[in-house]
């Protein structure tokens, strides 16, 4: 049975952000505040938990929470952290287990072990997690909660044990572990990145004043004032050194598999991942699009704020005029999740409202990242048309999703989503729109081509770039 979402539910859920910084001997910087105001510019990817590990004289240190950066951090808290030559942060969305559990499932996670300290965060998902776990467990390894982090930190520190240092363990461990992950971790002495073998997750190394750190998006070196120096490669670990990065490949030969849901709606679009600006991306998409279009229209609408550099695309491309027609509530917190069914409609107008004045008896492209159950491209369409729209034509800057994902996003269950087992002309029926456009797969893969290495396109395809559950004998 099709259930009927709250607003915010509707849309894919991303899993994590990662940052870290080591400073070199006498940098004048406090690394905790550094990652702290890194955190913030990767807000958008994780608003239930937060933390910050830092190394300081007498060893690892953790702080960590649910909720907001700024709800998890105080001054006070900040100033426990400072005095750190090293540091690592996590922002992360609930997708492991329930919300009950954020507290312990927050990152960073911190492991005492035989061959010395460490702090790890990733961002992702294991394929393999289960079995590695269960694997873990029958040697007489012990989980508190059995998370991924749990998961990969009893990995590494079972390859420690066989190695010398924390990056050769980190390049054994990758060589068990199947999915996506972006890891950053920090032990006594060094700070490494390192991205799987298929670079499911975006991960950029840069600088900030003489330090060097990494980051899942390039925006959070931007907003430090630093600049990023390179991405991670598919199946590379980094250790940062204050002379520079050392590379290392843990040999493992891989299709290059950057989630293109990324590009279309998770990261920032003043990122550039991969090569790639996610805005230009997201341009391109809507120019695709409006290549394709056979409506006439009086006017563009992006569905703010992962629709807006697509409609502009679409825009610049067809030569139908730009404008705001609809206005969000940027002050709507995490919190206002489950409004009482009755107030659902509200629920939707306090976080979006149709400028009236703007769409009143006017046909409007409106442009929308994408469709997961349809509840939301329903109820814009309905509060356009309440505003007085003549027609409202949907364009959707990504192709439709049947599949699910395995990476560390969540989807829900392929019954759930609108086009799974519908023609366009249903999906569009059901949501109420005069047209419905889909962004080709086809031209998904031509503007993902610019990208340093592949890309998954799976939840729409089918096409994974590894083995995962249901395609297994
Ligand atoms: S299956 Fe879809 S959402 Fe998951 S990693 Fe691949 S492109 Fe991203």
Redesign the pocket.
Known sequence: MRGTPAFEEDK?HEECGVFGLTLPEGENRDAAYTVYNALFALQHRGQVAAGIAVRRPEGLVLRKGPGLVPEVFSKQTLQKLSGASAAIGHVRYSYEGSDDGNEFRAQPILVHHAAGNMALCYNGRLVNGAQLRMETETRGGIFQIGSDAEIISHIIVREHLRTNTTEDAILNAMHYMIG?YSLVVMDEHKLIAARDPNG?RPLCIGKVGNCWGAASESCAFDALGGHVVRDVAPGEVVVLTPDGPESYSCGIRAKG?L????LIYFARPDSVIDGVSVDLFRREAGMCLARRNTVKADIVVGVPDSGLSAAQGFATQSGIPYEMGLMKNRYISRTFLNPHPNERRTAVRLKLNAIASTVRDKRIILVDDSIVQGTTAKRLVRLLRDAGAKEVHLKVSAPP?L???????Y?PDSDKLAAFGRTGEEVCHMIGADSLQFLPVEDLKTIADTLNWG??????TGN?AVPVPRQKG
Do not use: S, V
Request: with cysteine.
């Open positions: 894919l996506a499911y598999a989630c293109a849901f990324e999703f599949n699910p994902c395995y990476f560390g996003t989807l890309h998954c396109d799976a939840c729409f994974y």
